[in-house]
Every structure is written in C-alpha cells, then in structure tokens.
C-alpha cells in the first residue's frame, strides 16, 4: 500500500533550518532529475542502471552536504524524472552549472558497459523544483 503525503504542517514541524532552500522545498515540492545521454545508444536496462547509480550518489551528497532538502525531499514523494542530452559536454556543463547554484550533482561515469570511462547519466537534486529547472528544465523528456 502507498504511504499518504504528509499534510503540510507535518513536513514543516521537523525542520529546523532556515534556508532558502528549504523554504522553497516547503512552497513547492522537491525533485531530482537524471540527466541521461542519448549519442552513446545504451540500452534501456543499462540506462536504468546508470540512472540508479547516479540517484544513489546524488541521495549520498545530499545526505552529507543538504540533509534538510533530503528530508522535504523523502517526504514530498522523491520525485524523479529522466531527461535527455547530447554529449559528455552537455553533461559536463550542467553539473557545473548545478554546483554553481548550489545544487547536489553528480555526473556519473561507467567504466564497464558503455564506452569506457564514458560520462552517461548525471543526477541534478534533490532541491526545490524552481531551482534545479534553472539546470535542467529546458530539456526534453527521456
């Protein structure tokens, strides 16, 4: 059975920081997206596998340096959605616009079923909505 959505007051009793961020997440939701190459032709279960890799990584970051963010985003739903880019400097360019913003990115890199040592996904969030469009929402579903 799903677990119901916490009511907003609920959500806002435990957290005690006063960031922008989470003020944000509070307003709007939180979501992480999976930025995912689309040049390299990986197949869909290798591409589920790089998107679990890269949420993992993102949750781990967030975990360390956005533990409030993590929370709001854990109990807003964990949202997550896959869109699609071109290239390794797409990739690149990206996460380093996320870290620029403050975001928690991580480009993920397979060394052992795409081309080796190959960047192929990159998770971007969790944070506010608002914010990680700022990276990724000019991009296309995958």
């Not at 957290?15 to 709007?28: D, I, Y």
């Not at 930025?35 to 032709?41: E, Y």
């Not at 956005?66 to 071109?86: D, I, M």
């Amino acid at each position: 059975m799903l677990e119901e959505r916490p009511q907003k007051e609920e959500i806002e009793k435990p957290v005690q920081e006063n960031s922008t961020f989470v003020r944000l997440v509070k307003n709007e939701g939180a979501k992480m997206v999976l930025v995912v190459r689309t040049d390299l032709g990986i197949s869909g279960g290798d591409v589920a596998s790089q998107c679990a890799h890269a949420t993992l990584e993102c949750y781990r970051q967030a975990r360390q340096n956005a533990p409030e963010q993590l929370r709001l985003w854990e109990r807003y739903g964990q949202a997550k959605v896959s869109v699609k880019c071109r290239s390794e400097d797409e990739i690149k360019e990206l996460e380093a616009h996320a870290h620029r913003i403050g975001l928690v990115a991580h480009a993920f890199k397979d060394d052992a079923r795409a081309k080796s040592g190959t960047y192929t996904v990159l998770g971007v969030g969790p944070g506010p909505i608002s914010i990680v469009d700022k990276v990724t929402g000019h991009l296309k579903l995958y």
